[in-house]
């Protein structure tokens, strides 16, 4: 059985805790390897050769930097069918997702590309009488990431990237579940010219999350995963005084007015609902359609385009629509919330429930589900159930759907189908959550804007990638200088000079 360890110092490193985790392949059940989960001694002392390796890495040039973002970008693509097979075989999504996934990792990479001018500081001109200010971006030295299985090569490469790119060290604890593209990852950067040391991959659990949390050179942690995990993380790391910005969970409404193209709502719906098995923190869970002609008229579209959906192994090629969720307490968790809508009252109109797949019996499928009549009281509509189910909650006004986003506790993205600018626009002012599609079902913003959603969604200040993220992995230095020949007339420095 092969056995995955850490990545430390440029090279794979074998566990020594003792303490192991079965990774799957989703598709047929089976336990494909073991992964070994560090310990806090492992954490601390990968840590401390970060520091060192760190002291160079932010010397050098950011230019420098660049280029091995530059050199990332090209391996990355050369290497793209080898790390979707990888993801596939560990997560379970289709070849086609699985290099969607690593496309919208790669597009940080190459924002990154602009690290030197994005890491610019800013100069003001005879602040007073010889003084100059002058503001500088520096890295903040040790920074960690912590990620969820969903996406195994975005998300550690909306971290690694730009905390590099910065000039930081950085410690990736990927997600237990999905391990291997990370570690693919680490050894393609070291490929691309960074330094020994620089980028630690530490591989574990609860154990080494703590560990990070507690370790006092780490100053700043990104997350992503469950709302649960990012409070914890969040409340720790900054009582612990680090910088922290933590991304939850999701339920991502999409409003349907009545002047919307109801074929397209629907397809859209069909995409954001049901693709990667409904474990995108952008997928559509809840489908608003406002008034009872639009809810029918839109059920009645959904309901043969579900049950179209081919769902199977990524090996199967592209008939695939779907492949199975991640593990099966997983899809224990999904089954069990389905039982619950259909006990709380809400119509089953497409029922997965006895969907198998021949040949993959033990394998971790689901099939579709869709149901309408669901009310806001419901644990269906107030959890993520994070699997391939669709709500449909029936509004009888814009204004009552727009409520029901508002009054979600969830705020990540959302999505309004009309032919109406001014109530696509109303809608883009009022709505209390971070990414807007206007006909758009999956709004994920382009790598030079930024990711990060309200509410129970996310915690701290600053979204990932874009240019938060070069603010989130600097800190800004400022600096009043003064030469003696400006010294002249002025006498001794005061603050009256600066009005
Ligand atoms: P998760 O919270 O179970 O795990 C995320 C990370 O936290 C993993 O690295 C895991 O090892 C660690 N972790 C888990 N339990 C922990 C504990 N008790 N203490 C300390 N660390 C712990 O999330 P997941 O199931 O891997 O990912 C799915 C979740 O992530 C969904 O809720 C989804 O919406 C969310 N997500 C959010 C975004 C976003 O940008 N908002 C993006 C992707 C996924």
Known sequence: MQ???????????????????DVFNPATGEVQAKLALASKAELDAATADAAVAQVKWGATNPQR?????????????????????????????????AKGDIQRGLEVIEFCIGAPHLLKGEFTDSAGPGIDMY?????IGVAAGITPFNFPAMIPLWKMGPALACGNAFILKPSERAPSV????????????????VLQVINGD????????????????????????????????TANGKRVQCFGGAKNHMIIMPDADLDQAADALVGAGYGAAGERCMAISVAVPVGKATADALIARLIPR?????????????????????????????????????????????????????????GFFVGPHLFDNVTTDMDIYRKEIF??????????????????????????????????????????????????????????PLAYH????????????????????????TRTKTITSRWPSGIKEGGEFNFKQME
């Open 65 to 97: 930097r660049a280029r091995v973002m530059m050199a990332m970008v090209g391996l990355l693509n050369r290497d793209m069918d080898k790390l979707a097979e990888a993801l596939s075989r560990e997560h379970g999504k289709t070849i086609p997702d």
């Open 306 to 362: 579900i049950e179209k959906l081919k769902v199977g192994p990524y090996t199967a090629g592209n008939d695939v629509d779907y492949g199975p969720v991640v593990t099966a307490a997983a899809k224990a968790n999904i089954m069990k919330l389905i039982e619950t809508g259909v006990a709380q009252g809400a119509d089953l109109v497409v029922d997965g429930r006895d969907f198998s797949l021949q040949g993959y019996e033990e």
């Open 135 to 139: 503001s500088m971006r520096q890295p």
């Open 182 to 197: 990370p570690m693919m990852l680490a050894a393609l950067f070291k490929e691309a010219g960074l330094p020994d040391g």
């Open 387 to 444: 699997g391939p189910v669709l709500s449909v909650v029936r509004s009888e006004s814009y204004e009552a759907a727009l409520k029901m986003a508002m009054d979600h506790e969830y705020g990540n993205g959302t999505a309004i189908y009309t032919r109406d600018g001014d109530t696509a626009r109303d809608f883009a002012a009022r709505v209390n959550v971070g990414m807007i599609g206007i006909n758009v079902p999956i709004p994920v």
């Open 206 to 237: 609860k154990d080494s999350v703590d560990a990070i949390l507690d370790n006092e050179t780490i100053s700043g942690i990104g997350f992503v995963g469950s709302t649960p995990i990012a409070q914890y993380i969040y409340a720790r790391g």
């Open 3 to 21: 056995e995955i360890g850490h990545w430390i110092n440029g090279k794979t490193v074998a566990g020594t805790s003792g303490r192991f985790a």
């Open 450 to 473: 930024t990711f990060g959603g309200w509410k129970k969604s996310s915690f701290g200040d600053l979204n990932q990638h874009g240019p938060d993220a070069f603010r989130f992995y």
